[in-house]
């Protein structure tokens, strides 16, 4: 079982709905989670950090914990052309960073 | 502004030649790493660092080496260039002293062995 894993195929969203995605970790003693988005060609950007349950709002993304499920969501609402990306999500196990393979976000004008 | 810095940003080589790509942070992070990615693919994680004098491999086997002799320089280095090492590589950073622990990019060092 992989590490962190992230497994819905591209997801093209029209400009002003809510893109959502999804991610699930393997080691429950996990205690940092992120989601980093990443546009072709370049190094991957931080957007989002989460450590506690629940959710956590900043602007437009809202992540979501759920450590007794071990999964950990993204929402990004009102989508715009510029949130066309990868997003990958991140965690930290064993004091080193995971990544999952990232899911694609094409946002339709 | 995250404060991570790699260069070159791009480097074409030829086989054989041995090669060190620079990833220096002015953040004073302790913990430092290195992903390779190709193009459309997933990062795998090569090799990380907690602090100085301190290297370990990642999840990916590499033909690569590194060394932590100060805080802020992790470079990477192969004594021999493939083609198979062909990729981008990419630096990050995070402080594990305090609770959130983030990492920070450095903008990548895409490498091309001809």
């Known amino acids: 079982q992989k590490e962190v894993e992230q497994n819905s195929g591209p997801l093209s969203v029209p400009e002003g709905a809510i893109a959502s995605l999804n991610c699930t970790y393997s080691d429950r003693g996990s205690q940092s989670f992120f989601w980093y988005r990443q546009y072709s060609g370049k190094s991957p950007e931080l957007i989002m950090s989460i450590y506690s349950n629940g959710d956590k709002e900043d602007g437009r993304f809202t992540a979501q914990l759920n450590k007794a499920s071990q999964y950990v969501s993204l929402l990004i609402r009102d989508s715009q052309p510029s949130d066309s990306a990868t997003y990958l999500c991140?965690?930290?196990?064993?004091?080193?960073?995971?990544f999952g393979k990232g899911n694609q976000v094409v946002v339709i004008p | 502004e995250a404060d991570i810095y790699q260069t070159p940003r791009y480097l074409v080589i030829g086989t054989g030649k041995k090669i060190t790509l620079e990833c220096s942070q002015t953040?004073?992070?302790?913990?430092m790493y290195w992903y390779q990615q190709d193009p459309g693919m997933e990062l795998h994680l090569i090799h990380y660092s907690y602090g100085v004098n301190s290297t370990e491999k990642g999840d990916l086997s590499s033909e690569s080496t590194v060394s932590r002799i100060r805080t802020e320089h992790f470079p990477l280095t192969l004594e021999s260039a493939r083609p198979s090492h062909t990729s981008q590589y990419l630096c990050?950073?995070?402080?594990?002293?305090?609770?959130?622990?983030?990492?920070?990019f450095g903008q990548g060092t895409r490498l091309t062995v001809v």
């Open positions: 990050a950073s995070s402080d594990q002293r305090t609770a959130n622990t983030e990492a920070f």
């Open positions: 991140a965690v930290i196990r064993d004091n080193r960073l995971a």
């Open positions: 953040m004073g992070h302790d913990k």
